[in-house]
């Protein structure tokens, strides 16, 4: 584990509990449509008027907010009804409605986290966490000018994540090839079910070595294994061929300096898609930003490490106590 000097933060070694059901009276499933007329899916677990800080959950590509489910159990059993915790499907993702394939950016992402905030009337504190192109949505909301930013988090967390040149490092090189521009094209102009056909071969294998994860096996963790393998074959492969352009020329290097919120980053030294350089790049940048490593894990550290990235959100939250991470 990799802290900053001046942090003191450590993590629960206690295994998740082995249920994946997520309980909350006022849990209530709802869409926010977009300025552009997409339909979000979102699950929203408190009261603007009742609690004291607001979660929000930014899930990966060719994920769901499903992804999140240890995560937001934890919350709930531990904080109550104390903290309102907001978690929605991507567009293109989940249950969420598709778009234009020209919409598929982070920049737009950014923006749909915006309307998000808004439409649900988040006004008090707030702290983003967001995992891979979740983490990068995240970065590109707070890369937006204040007049643009409806609330300013006070705490964040980035999980296996970037600020930018995905293409640079790991699996992500491959995104650097013109096959990325040509594959967005040639899926661009073709039919829908022939699109999708054409580059199923192509894409589904990144976004299953994204979601695949070491380790013993177990019911947990075949359970957790089956909901990123269902987020991934019920993610349409055209959503994931629209996002690859926009990664590879992500960049919030700019940003990440003038980031005042509370945050925590979080990556696994097994993780090929953002190798922990990317987490080195962001601790460097990110004023008192602080860095939990685990050497093992994966890119899919919400199921590899969920008790660390449970953990961490306490902290950017600053409701942390003093636990151990092993």
Known sequence: MFVRPSSSLTFPAHRPPTSLDVKR???????????????LAVRDYGSADTCSHTLVLLHGLCLTQESWA??????????????RIIAYDHRGHGRSSGASMRTYRIDRLA???????TALRVEGPLTLAGHSMGGMAALAYLGRPPFDRPVEPQGLVLIATAAGRIAE???????ATPATRMLFE????MPGGAAEKA??????????????????????????????AGAVSSTAMTTAAGFLPSLKYFDQYHTVASITARTVIVSGGADVLTPASHAHDLLAAIPGATHVHRPT??????????HCVSAA??????????????
């Not at 959100?313 to 092993?326: K, N, S, V």
């Open 199 to 228: 580059i199923k071969a192509l894409v589904r294998p990144i976004c299953e070595t994204i979601t695949r994860y070491p380790g013993e096996a177990g019911a947990e963790r075949n359970a957790l294994a089956a909901v990123a």
């Open 111 to 117: 923006a749909d986290l915006a309307e998000v905030l």
């Open 297 to 306: 894990a994966g890119h899919m550290l919400l199921q590899e490490a969920p």
């Open 169 to 175: 490092r790991g699996i992500g090189r491959l995104l």
């Open 25 to 39: 009276a006022d849990c209530v499933e709802q869409a926010v449509t977009t300025s552009d007329g997409v339909r």
């Open 186 to 189: 040639f899926v661009h102009h």
């Open 70 to 83: 240890v995560q937001i159990r934890r919350v709930v059993r531990r904080w109550g009804d104390t903290i």
């Open 313 to 326: 959100i306490d902290h950017a939250m600053g409701m942390h106590r003093r636990t151990r991470c092993a």
